[in-house]
Each structure stands twice: as C-alpha cells, then as structure tokens.
C-alpha cells in the first residue's frame, strides 16, 4: 500500500520515508535544470572578463581583466553610467509612484464606499488583457498630440506616464488590503481619524510586504522594460536606458562580444542583488497576482 | 455634485449617517482620480482611438482621409502578414504554451516534493524569468554562435554543428522558442506552486487507504484539482505568446531577420508604425485583440471555467 508520504504532493509535516530512488531522481533533474539556469549567467561573466580574440573559446580567460567593462564605461555613447542612471532613475520613479498611486486607490476600492466602484474596479482589471503593443498606435498619438514626444525632457513624461500606475500594482494591494481586520481602522476612525489618516497611519504601516512586492515588481519591470522606451527614446540618445542601449550596441559591435557581455552582465547584477536580498516578495507578488485572483 | 453639497453640510451634522457617506464618496473618488485618469485616457480612450486610426489612411501628418475596411483589405492581401507573421505567430504559440504549462507543472511538483533546498531550487528557476530580456537574448545569441558555448556542448555528445542558431531561417524560430520555454517556466511553476498548497492532504490520505500508487494520485486528484490554475497558466502563457515582441526584435531587428523567420504579430505592427503605416498599424492591432479574445474564449470554453479576475 501506498503511504502519504508517496502521494501527497508536498509533504510538509507528513514523515518522510522510503521512495529513495525517487528523491535521487528529483534531486537529479532539479540540479540539472538549475545547471541550465545558471550556466549561462556564469558564462556571461567569464566572457566579460575576456579579450576579443579569446571570447569564443571555451575555457577560462589566460589573463581576466575588467578591460571590457572600462570600454564600456566611458569609450560608447551614450557611456555605461549614463544608461545606468536613466534606468535607475525611471525605473525608481515608475516603482515609487506605483506605490502611492496604486495604495491609495487600493485603499478606496477595499474601503470606501462610492459609486460605481465595483464596474470601475473590473475595467481596471480588464486593462491587464489589453496588449501593450495594441496601444502603441493611440498612444503615441495622444502623446504626439499632447507635445511629448518633441523636446527632451518630455519624452521621458512620456514612458513615465505610460507606467506609473497599472492594474496589477492596485490588484495586488487591494487583496492585501482586505486581508486587514476592519477593527483597526474602525477604531482610528472612533479616535476621530480622516480617511487619508487612517490609510497613512494604519493601512500603510501593516502593508509593509505588499507595498515592498508591488515596488520591487516595478522595479524590475521597468528596468528590464524594452517596448516603451524603445518607442519613446529610439532618437533621444541621452535618455537610453540598458536594455535599449544593449539591443543598439549589439548592432554596433555585433561579434566584439567581451563588451557586450559587459554591459549585460551590468544590466542584471542589479536585478539578481534585489532578487536574492527580497526573494519572498518577487515569489509572493507573482504567486499572489495569481491564485488570489 | 451633491457629494460635494453634503460634504460642506457634514461639518454642521457631523454623525449624520448621509453626509458621512457623501463624504466617503468623494474621499474614495479623490483617492482613484489619478489612476483613473491614466487608463481612462491610456487605456479605455486608447483601444476605442486604435479603432479610429485603423479606419483611416493615417500617416505622420495625422489623418488623410477615411478608406473605410482598405487597412484590412491590405492586411489580409499583405504577403509577409499571411505567410510569416501569422503562422510564426501562431506556431509559437502551439508549442510554447504547452510546453510551458508542463514544464511549469513539472517543476512545481517535484520542487515540491519536500525535498532539501526546496526554496533554493524554487529560487534558481525562476531567476531567468527576472532578467531582462534584452539581456537574456544577447546572451543566447552569444550561446548559439557557430563557434558558441551550445555547439561546443553538441560536439561533446557526438553532434558536430555549425549552426549559427537565431541566424538562420530554419532555426531562428525555434531557437527563440525554445529560450521563451527556458525562461518563463519559472514563472508557470510559481502559480502552479501556489496552487498546490491548496491541495487538501486527506485527497492524498483517502487514495493511500486505497492503495492508489503516486503517478494514479497525480492524474486523478492532483491534476484535475489543478484546473483553476491550469486555466489562468493557459491564459497568462497564451497572451505572452501572442505578445511575443521583445526577443524577436533583439534577435532580428525590426524586420525579423533572417528572411522574416522570427516576424510575429506584434513585430510586424512595430514595423509598420516605424514605416509611420499608423492606419494600417492600428488595423494590426485590432486583427491581435480580435485573436487574443477569441483565444481567451475557447480556452474559456475548453477549460469549463470564467477566470475569477
């Protein structure tokens, strides 16, 4: 007979005991696919420490030096800090006010009470269906028309305007927020609290993970973001964030790849600090955006 | 309007039940405006707009004149449109959604197996689906050079090749496939994974008394009991692949080089908006959101079920 241990798919808190060969199998398959996971990242770095001449070989560079990594940092246009601030700075701007803006409706569609607010609540929900590249045509044409995409400063505005808050960020926190006891803001409200003071001093306080997962989300997906920068910032050379400039430079230097390899190396070590130091709420936000809803 | 009337009466009648929900009203109205705003102008304003634009031959200079359905005519008489984009499209589709869904399955359930390292494993399989993509892609066209990292790899199993991988029409394409399985499994694991942990223990204790072994357990409670999350990973994957632009453009540039082999859907759009085509842009867009509903129907249909959101 078959014992739970067998059967259940994850046993937590059932005694585990015998199917040895079974676990060998899945501790087989699973460093296999972690090997896949990782060998190219190791790879991209081993290569970024390279010289031309040797990038394509296999083995360890004969003498690893950050030769490539100085190129880029000052001898490309635009240089490796300038696409590193612009990315840094858009993807910090589109995090924080998805933050405030998505709370702050979160806060109304799971606590005040106004009209229409459940049909408003699944438009906004509906938008997440809606292609990003199905908006492109009107898109640029509103920010065309509103004068966005002529000077500088504006096209940034543009991008900007187009992330700063989405459906997901105000999903997220508004299934967080009803997780909250209602006591608690029932009893501000007694203590003779606004609505703004008590989503500021009571929401906002026990929202901590939410908030943090709905910022890291965006971070990230805005620092990796290509499609709308790429519509916006194609001709604005000085507003190039990384991954549009690598998708540039890899035209322009086609096989020099130690450089290249550089730059993508420079373009996820970010990204992979925040994942392994706030892990948990990558994982939380991502399983959250989809069993809850 | 008359919620703003209450709102000045509230302070005279504080505690009146109606001028507190006015109020309420106002305050939950104030707090959504910004947001509001944005999709009802960048989002709602905007597909109905595309709708507009598709009707009319509209170049740089706005609109010329109104051609009625002659944007879709064209489209659907455009070579590149019928023999590349949509069959591209619509192949990587086929393939990729299925594969992800059982790989995304698969790794769900042995990560959770209870086994050592689980949060470690979890951890690592995801990580391809956080980095950028434009990374990810420059770096696979690194692996699969003629002389790359993946031949190498194929020389050591006996199989000598010199494909150039994501630059030849035979491969580009499943090439590129293959990397959209490599990298987002991950993410089909973690909404597989969570929905496993809404798996009730006594399904499992019920079959052990009758001696069902692991693999029937699997098929008859854990599978079926997954059909929620087997439709929300359908839907999710379809919509990804539908909206496949990011690593066809970095591999082929606009014109889904080589030969169109990597052109999709959406790659074909951006094309025809950089040619400044916004008429015949827009009718692009349409004929996509036409298909992704329809999409989302028959798996609507197929998988018995609404999606709760």
């Given at each position: 007979m078959a014992t739970l241990a067998d059967l259940a798919p994850r046993s937590v808190g059932v005694p585990k005991r015998q199917g040895g060969w079974r676990r060998g199998l899945a501790y087989l398959l699973l460093t296999a696919w972690a090997l896949l996971m990782f060998v190219p990242f190791v790879w991209t770095i081993v290569t970024s420490l390279k010289d031309r001449p040797e990038?394509?070989?296999?083995?360890?560079?004969?003498a690893p030096d950050l030769d490539a990594y100085a190129h880029v940092w000052s001898r490309v246009d635009p240089t490796l800090p300038q696409l590193f601030l612009n990315s840094l700075g858009l993807a910090a701007a589109v995090s924080i006010s998805n933050v405030i803006l998505g709370s702050l409706a979160a806060y109304a569609f799971a606590r005040l009470r106004f009209p229409g607010r459940e049909i408003i609540f699944l438009v906004v929900l509906a938008t997440?269906?809606?292609?990003?590249q199905l908006r492109l045509v009107p898109v640029y044409q509103i920010m065309n028309g509103l004068g966005f995409t002529k000077s500088n400063p504006t096209n940034y505005l543009s991008v900007f305007l187009v992330l700063a808050v989405s459906a997901t960020s105000i999903f997220l926190l508004r299934q967080y927020f009803l997780g909250i006891p209602r006591d608690l803001d029932e009893a501000a409200r007694i203590d003779g609290a606004g609505h703004f003071q008590t989503y500021w001093k009571v929401i906002l306080p026990l929202a901590g993970p939410a908030l943090a997962a709905v910022a890291i989300l965006q971070f990230q997906g805005t620092w990796n973001g290509l499609f709308w920068p790429a519509i916006f910032f194609g001709p604005v050379r000085e507003h190039w964030t990384l991954p549009f400039g690598i998708v540039q430079f890899q035209g322009i230097y086609q096989t020099d790849w130690p450089p290249l390899m550089a730059i993508v190396v420079v373009a996820t070590v970010p990204i992979l600090c925040l994942y392994v130091f706030f892990q948990r709420y990558f994982i939380e936000g991502i399983a959250a955006s989809g069993v809850k809803g | 309007m008359s919620a703003s009337v209450t709102g000045a009466r509230g302070r005279d009648f504080r505690g009146s039940l109606r001028t507190e929900r006015g109020h309420e009203a106002v305050v939950g109205l104030a707090f959504i405006a910004i947001p509001m705003v944005l999709f009802l102008v960048l989002q709602i304003f905007a597909i109905g707009y595309a709708f507009v634009i598709s009707f009319f031959d509209w170049g740089i200079r706005g609109a010329r004149e109104f051609v009625g359905l002659a944007n879709y005519q064209e489209l659907l008489a455009d070579r590149v449109f019928i023999t590349k984009a949509i069959p591209n499209t619509l192949f990587l589709t086929a393939v990729v959604v299925p594969a992800q869904m059982a790989l995304g399955l698969a790794l769900a359930v042995i990560v959770n197996q209870g086994i050592r390292g689980q949060t470690f494993f979890r951890a690592a399989f995801f990580f391809p689906s956080i980095a950028s993509s434009a990374a990810i892609v420059v770096l696979f066209t690194f692996l699969t050079q003629p002389q790359g990292l993946i031949n190498t790899v194929l020389g050591f199993f006996g199989i000598e090749s010199n494909t150039n991988w994501t630059n030849e029409p035979g491969t580009a394409l499943p090439s590129i496939m293959a990397l959209l399985v490599w990298t987002t499994s991950g993410t089909m694991m973690l909404f597989y994974l969570a929905a496993l942990?809404?798996?009730?223990h006594e399904l499992y204790e019920a079959a052990a008394i009758d001696g069902a072994n692991w693999w029937s357990a699997f098929w008859k409670i854990t599978f079926p009991l997954l059909q929620p999350a087997h439709f929300f990973v359908a839907v999710v994957s379809v919509i990804g692949a539908l909206q496949m632009f990011d690593a066809a453009f970095i591999a082929g540039g606009k014109d889904g080089s080589p030969a169109n082999s990597l052109t999709t859907m959406v790659l074909f759009l951006y094309q025809s908006w950089s040619g400044f085509e916004f008429g015949f842009a827009a009718a692009v867009g349409i004929v996509l959101l036409v298909l992704l509903m329809s999409l989302t129907l028959i798996q609507r249909r197929f998988f018995g079920q609404t999606p709760s959101w």
């Open positions: 990038a394509m070989a296999i083995g360890l560079p004969a997440l269906m809606i292609p990003d | 942990q809404g798996i009730s």
